[in-house]
């Protein structure tokens, strides 16, 4: 609680009323922390390939770049940090993108169709890391209302995840069906699992379970929390079910019209 107090007076030698401005300000401070955290966060964030970068490029110029091996290494290591810094600086503006834009355009989408573009997008990405992907869609699911875009991008990056935290000759299954005007969105793999304690900060920008082996497959961590958003933006519940070891399953349950 803030309390403000202002004089009031006529004469600067004589105070002939006090008012007190009390407001409740716990929540615009939270609110600034947050951002001045996320601000923080963005700022290491970015740093940490650009230093990367500029490490390699100097090494180069200082006689690297004269023994063809190291030269390639080194070229090959900028080219993933740089893919790296489009990847965070992409994920920041999309997630800006749907946090600002409130009232986006929404329309009402064939959702049947538009999981099926999902599974055209990601196909090659499961095939690349010899993961198995199948789905089970219900045909002719009802119109969802909202932006199909997002849309996509929610269920793309549940599915990348569970790509990416899923070994080699592993399954993800898609599945999709409608119940009591909702429908039930479920993207499961056969992954490493998350252990219970982080199920409850998942969905924090930049949270990552282990940093180290998260950076190496190549996450931003801010993959959840733009699946957060988007979900808010369908009004969308979201569910996470995990045995450490043995998969995940996050289940979408999305509202449509009565
Ligand atoms: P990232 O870009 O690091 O994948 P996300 O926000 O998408 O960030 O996910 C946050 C963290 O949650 C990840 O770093 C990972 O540790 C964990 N995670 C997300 N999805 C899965 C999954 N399907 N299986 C296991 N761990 C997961």
Known sequence: IYTNLIKLEDDPNKTIGLVAIIEDVTEIRKLEKMRSDFVANVSHELRTPLTSISGFVETLKSGAIDDEKTKMRFLDIIEIETERLRRLIDDILTLSEIENTKRSQ??????????????????????????????????????????????????????????????????????????????????????????????????ERFYRIDKARTRKIGGTGLGLAIVKHIALSFNATIKVNSDLGKGTEFIIIIPTKA
């Open 106 to 203: 929404k329309q009402d989408f064939n959702t049947t169709e538009l999981i099926a573009e999902v599974e055209q997008i990601i196909m090659p990405i499961a095939t690349n890391k010899n993961v198995e992907v199948v789905s089970e869609i219900e045909q002719g699911l009802p119109m969802i209302t909202g932006n199909p875009d997002w849309f996509k991008q929610m269920l793309i990056n549940l599915m990348d995840n569970a790509i990416k935290y899923t070994p080699e000759g592993g399954l993800v299954n898609l599945s999709a069906y409608s119940k009591y005007n909702k429908i039930i969105i479920s993207v499961k793999d056969t992954g490493i699992g998350i252990p219970k304690q982080d199920i409850p900060r998942l969905f």
